[in-house]
């Protein structure tokens, strides 16, 4: 999916978890960005516990899509079970 960012268009993809949007990610490929980090995919949004300040570039979409697995999962684990049930 196209995604219009600072006045040109990037490569994105939607990122879902249990068919609900978690992220938005995009294909840094314009001039301004560092030559290193071309290619790569950056969080443009993220949403719920996805909506994070610095979060790490990705090599792959599916790199993407496992950080989001482990954002969502992160607490779950950690919250006893009699919590959990809602």
């Known amino acids: 999916m196209r995604v219009l960012i600072d006045g040109h268009d ?7 978890a249990d068919s609900q949007l978690a992220a938005v990610i995009v294909r840094l490929d314009g001039e301004t960005h560092n ?3 071309k290619g ?3 969080l443009e949004a993220g949403f719920g516990k996805c909506d994070v300040r610095n979060a790490p570039l990705f090599r792959t ?3 993407a899509g496992a950080w989001v697995e482990q954002v969502l999962t992160r607490n779950a684990f ?3 079970e009699r ?4």
Do not use: C
């Not at 919590?83 to 809602?86: D, E, H, M, P």
């Open 61 to 63: 979409p599916d790199e």
């Open 35 to 37: 030559p290193e980090h």
């Open 10 to 16: 990037s490569d994105g993809r939607l990122v879902l």
């Open 40 to 42: 790569r995919w950056h």
């Open 83 to 86: 919590l959990r049930r809602w």
């Open 78 to 80: 950690s919250t006893p």
